[in-house]
């Protein structure tokens, strides 16, 4: 499984991103996927996470009103967009794919990193105030 992520860019505070993460080969059965950051000088944190086969959507705190994640199969890819932006957003973002075990795991682990096998290359949001 490869992923591709784009979608990065500079933006103003309020402003709106989408980001989309590209699976290949194109196929989405049996996977969950993770959308994680990395802040310049801080450690990679979860941001938002998608069991398209459970049903179920799990976000930080600090993204919950602001952040959708989401999938279009035709496109094989998963997108994280992002509304009314903030400095603080500012990182690199990374998808990341893992393979599905049930509902009842995935809500135990979605936030942990070391679960996820594959991961994209990032792509940089930045947001100036």
């Known amino acids: 499984v490869q992923l591709q992520a784009s979608g990065g860019g500079l933006v103003q505070a309020g402003d709106s991103l989408r980001l989309s993460c590209v699976v290949s080969?194109?196929?989405?059965?049996?996977?969950?996927a993770g959308w994680f950051r990395q802040a310049p000088g801080k450690e990679r944190e979860f941001v938002a996470a998608?069991?398209?086969?459970?049903?179920?959507?799990y976000y930080q705190d600090s993204v919950k009103d602001r952040f959708t994640v989401s999938r279009e199969s035709a496109k094989a890819a998963v997108y994280l967009q992002m509304n009314n932006l903030k400095p603080e957003d500012t990182a690199v973002y990374y998808c990341?794919?893992?393979?599905?075990?049930?509902?009842?795991?995935?809500?135990?682990?979605?936030?942990?990193?070391?679960?996820?096998?594959?991961w994209g290359q990032g792509t940089l949001v930045t947001v100036s105030s």
């Open positions: 998608f069991d398209w086969s459970g049903g179920s959507k």
């Open positions: 990341a794919f893992k393979r599905r075990v049930n509902s009842s795991w995935f809500a135990r682990i979605f936030k942990d990193q070391s679960e996820y096998q594959y």
């Open positions: 080969p194109r196929t989405f059965s049996g996977y969950v």
